[in-house]
């Protein structure tokens, strides 16, 4: 499977982004999948993640402002972010777990798209 990730921009804090993360090569359907973020000289975190069944899990400062979503029939995965703050600004990539295991464990997930950069001025 291979993942090409969308939708980055500079967005002033309080407004919302749409990322999008294609799979090809791969009918989704099953896998998990994963948004994560990396900002400048911190690690990679986890952000959001939905399995085949749908069932979704966030980590606690997205929660309320994040939502993941799937679009089997586009084999797309979009992350919708509202009310964002200047401590969401980093470089997203979404990732694939053919597994189905819907971890926050970056280690779980064998596949990543190429990230796409979102700036949240103040």
């Known amino acids: 499977v291979q993942l090409q990730a969308s939708g980055g921009g500079l967005v002033q804090a309080g407004g919302s982004l749409r990322l999008s993360c294609v799979l090809t090569?791969?009918?989704?359907?099953?896998?998990?999948v994963a948004w994560f973020r990396q900002a400048s000289g911190k690690e990679r975190e986890f952000v959001a993640a939905?399995?085949?069944?749908?069932?979704?899990t966030y980590i606690d400062s997205v929660k309320g402002r994040f939502t993941i979503s799937r679009d089997n029939a586009k084999d797309t995965v979009y992350l919708h972010m509202n009310s964002l703050k200047p401590d969401d600004t980093a470089v997203y990539y979404c990732?694939?777990?053919?597994?189905?295991?819907?971890?926050?464990?970056?280690?779980?997930?064998?596949?990543w798209g190429q990230g796409t950069l979102v700036t949240v001025s103040s």
């Open positions: 939905i399995r085949g069944s749908g069932a979704t």
């Open positions: 990732a694939s777990d053919m597994y189905d295991r819907g971890s926050s464990n970056l280690r779980r997930y064998a596949s």
């Open positions: 090569q791969r009918t989704i359907g099953r896998e998990s």
